[in-house]
């Protein structure tokens, strides 16, 4: 019940002898695959191992969040001594009292839900363009260098500001390491090599550099609010600067992963954090070089 019965070739219609009383032609093979068959449909890979480095980094900034929210920590506005317990960047714990580590560890620390929320946006849709095009080492390493880039400026130029008084603000946030993301792609989307067709790349890397300068303008207009009226937000350009400006030298000498034989892909990248690791190293050095200005 509910089964078939075999079919097979009537041996009168269609078969053929071999001209000496032999035998029907064979017969068809009850359940045997029947002309081509189609490829078995494949698995679509999960979000995340399309770009895993860009999920690690939100999930590493929100993991710090919630950390700090758990511990205490305002998670609307944070106090400048709570950012500055969780390693939030400062001139002065860096220059004087050796604390180099939060030039990196600033870049993991928000000032709150809504600073948190702009910033894993702009790292996820930047991201998830990036990584197709510098693979999952080359976005960790954009991220991690530019941010440190950008927090060394700021580091440099709120010592040459705030010395004298010896009161320093507080820095944090992954804005930093975001603008180099961005300054990267508008230099890597400009490559003829990417298999795109060029008004479309045109117009990734058009929304790109909006981005970056409008977000620019935004901070700058902020803070010279803030400048005018004596209170206010306070926005870190200079790491928003120094960020944008190194993803734009690190991208300088790579090619795109896309189009672009792995062999040369690799060295180019290696070539670039190279390039990028010495630059802030001989930055770092210059850092340590300044007086006071008193």
Not at 41 to 48: A, G, T
Not at 188 to 207: A, D, G
Not at 212 to 233: C, P, Q, R, Y
Not at 235 to 259: E, K, Q, S, T
Request: with cysteine.
């Amino acid at each position: 019940m509910g089964s078939n019965s075999p079919e097979y070739l009537p041996s009168g219609s269609d078969s053929q002898n071999d001209g000496s009383g032999g035998e029907s032609a064979s017969q068809i093979v009850p359940g045997e695959p029947r002309g081509p068959q189609p490829d078995a449909p494949r698995r679509r890979k999960p979000m995340w191992l399309a770009a895993p480095a860009t999920h690690i980094l939100v999930a590493i900034n929100c993991a710090v969040f919630i950390a700090m929210v758990a511990r205490g920590v305002s998670p609307i506005s944070p106090t400048v001594d709570q950012l500055m317990n969780w390693g939030a960047n400062s001139a002065g714990n860096v220059l004087i009292d050796g604390q180099w580590v939060r030039i990196v560890t600033a870049m993991f620390i928000h000032v709150g839900i809504l600073h948190l929320a702009t910033n894993m946006w702009c790292l996820w849709n930047l991201g998830l363009l990036a990584e197709p095009l510098m693979g999952s080492w080359g976005v960790l390493a954009v991220y991690v260098l530019t941010g440190a880039a950008g927090n060394l400026l700021s580091t440099c130029v709120n010592w040459l500001r705030y010395s004298d008084a010896n009161v320093f603000p507080a820095g944090a946030g992954a804005s930093g390491a975001v603008f180099g993301i961005a300054g990267a792609l508008i230099v890597l989307l400009k490559s003829n090599r990417l298999p795109v067709p060029p008004i479309e790349l045109k117009k990734l890397r058009r929304s790109v550099i909006y981005f970056a300068a409008i977000n620019l303008f935004i901070g700058f207009s902020i803070s010279l609010g803030t400048a005018v009226m004596g209170k206010g937000l306070s926005i870190d350009n200079y790491a928003h600067v120094g960020g944008c400006a190194c993803g734009l030298l690190f991208a300088a000498p790579m090619v795109p992963r896309l189009g672009s034989p792995r062999p040369a892909f690799n060295l180019r990248l290696r070539i670039a954090v190279g390039m990028i690791v010495g630059i802030l190293v001989l930055f770092g050095f210059f850092l340590v070089q300044l007086p006071p200005q008193n």
